[in-house]
């Protein structure tokens, strides 16, 4: 057994989209491809750590070695996370719904000569800012914020409203080709500072972000 600085740390990382229903074969969903969340899942278990990965139906396959918890929506996200307590650390990479269709229908709906139908929605739990609060909330919880504008004092004010230690922010203005594409430029937003990365491949994020996680477990109890 090696010996990584994360060993006999449990940590959950959530990943991917989430699918939200409309009748029993459509759905509402987002372009995630949960690749910055596998990658994250992966650096984790390479420090030693148990990780338990809680992904929506997102388009890479989940890393080896982890504990996958393969969920549909938000709300059962929620509940495969709250499940998955207590835990070192959580980290919240998922891109969930806003919103899911309130009046989801049991039958696949029907053209009906011409008329339309309307969905209705309801807001989503918010996962992050739940775990935060929660009874059982870990000694540390990160979570991630994607701008396009004003991007670290956005950030700074979601780490406030989340309740969550630390956000780590990108800009994925088209411009910045960072949505969908390999490397990442991000700002560590802690209570105290922000750190501006260069930009490197999603999976050195990764990389870095485990290590700067076992660094703050070593140095909480
Ligand atoms: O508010 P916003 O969606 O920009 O916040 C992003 C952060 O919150 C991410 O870490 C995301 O995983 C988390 N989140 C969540 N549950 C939601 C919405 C966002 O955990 N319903």
Known sequence: LS???????????????THEPIDPVRYIANRSSG???GALAAALRDLGAQVSFVTGPASV???????????QDAREMLT??????????????????DWR???????????????LPTL????????????S??????PLVVGFAAETETVVEHAQAKRLRKGCDWIVAND?????????????AVHLITEGAVEDWPRMPKDEVARHLAQRIAEALEAKP
């Open 101 to 115: 269709v309130k009046n989801t229908s049991d039958q696949k709906m029907k053209k009906q000569n011409g008329a």
């Open 80 to 97: 495969a996370v709250t499940s998955a307590l207590p835990a070192d650390a959580a980290v919240f990479a998922a891109a969930v719904a």
């Open 172 to 184: 994925v203005s088209p411009e910045t080709g960072i949505m969908g594409g390999s490397e990442n």
């Open 133 to 138: 609060r929660h009874a059982k909330r870990p």
């Open 61 to 71: 396959p989940p890393p080896a070695g982890v504990k996958v918890i393969a969920i």
């Open 3 to 17: 010996a990584g600085p994360l060993n006999g740390k449990h940590i959950i990382v959530t990943s991917g989209p």
């Open 35 to 37: 690749a910055q969340g």
């Open 120 to 131: 209705e929605f309801e807001e989503n739990p918010d996962i992050l800012a739940t775990i």
